[in-house]
């Protein structure tokens, strides 16, 4: 299996990691922090808003099943693009939305995809979506992986969560695992 790496931030991670890790081609999504200036941080240091680290996903992926561009069309469905840092009520540069590039054809991709998200005014708003080269990832702590799957009665996760998972399955249906 090729394997490559993308690292995605678009508010609270327990949304993007779930529908990742139920996508084809991808190997593992992993909740963690990257983009800040504060070596390993903790979840608690990252609510406090002052460690610059952004929530995000970093994604293991075979790209002969699943292109990096079909990743970011998810992810830019999965939440709104053209809030500044917040997600909803969860607010804080810690939800800004990101794309960490790992490589220069990343960061095209994901420009080029703004542009056109723009030009097709598909939000209703400019995107305000960083983009970014790739830092240090720190992985969350464990109690964050595959938070929904273990905590799906959680109330975030039910009105939170649990409605996001469902549209995206239902538009990606065909992409799950």
């Given at each position: 299996?090729?394997?490559?790496?993308a690292t995605?931030?678009?508010?609270?991670?327990?949304?993007?990691?779930?529908?990742?890790?139920?996508?084809?081609?991808?190997?593992?999504?992993?909740?963690?922090?990257?983009?800040?200036?504060?070596?390993?941080?903790?979840y608690k240091?990252?609510?406090?808003?002052d460690?610059g680290?952004?929530?995000?996903v970093?994604?293991?992926?075979?790209p002969?099943?699943?292109?990096?561009?079909e990743?970011?069309?998810?992810?830019f469905t999965?939440?709104?693009?053209?809030q500044?840092?917040?997600q909803?009520?969860?607010?804080?540069?810690?939800?800004?939305?990101?794309?960490?590039?790992?490589?220069?054809?990343?960061k095209?991709e994901?420009?080029?995809?703004?542009?056109e998200?723009n030009t097709?005014?598909?939000?209703g708003?400019?995107?305000?979506?960083?983009?970014?080269?790739a830092?240090?990832?720190?992985?969350a702590e464990?109690?964050?992986?595959?938070?929904?799957?273990?905590?799906?009665?959680?109330?975030?996760?039910?009105?939170?969560?649990a409605?996001?998972?469902?549209?995206?399955?239902?538009?990606?249906?065909?992409?799950?695992?």
């Amino acid at each position: 299996m090729a394997h490559a790496v993308a690292t995605l931030a678009g508010g609270c991670f327990w949304c993007i990691e779930t529908v990742f890790n139920r996508l084809r081609g991808v190997e593992s999504a992993v909740s963690g922090y990257m983009g800040g200036h504060t070596a390993n941080p903790t979840y608690k240091d990252i609510c406090n808003g002052d460690t610059g680290h952004a929530e995000v996903v970093q994604v293991s992926f075979d790209p002969d099943v699943i292109a990096y561009r079909e990743l970011l069309y998810v992810f830019f469905t999965l939440h709104d693009p053209t809030q500044i840092n917040r997600q909803g009520n969860d607010v804080g540069t810690q939800y800004r939305s990101a794309i960490f590039w790992h490589m220069p054809e990343q960061k095209s991709e994901a420009v080029a995809m703004i542009a056109e998200l723009n030009t097709s005014k598909q939000f209703g708003a400019p995107i305000v979506t960083e983009v970014t080269e790739a830092t240090t990832f720190y992985p969350a702590e464990g109690y964050h992986q595959r938070y929904f799957e273990q905590n799906p009665q959680q109330p975030y996760c039910r009105f939170v969560v649990a409605p996001k998972v469902a549209k995206a399955e239902g538009k990606f249906a065909a992409r799950l695992k």
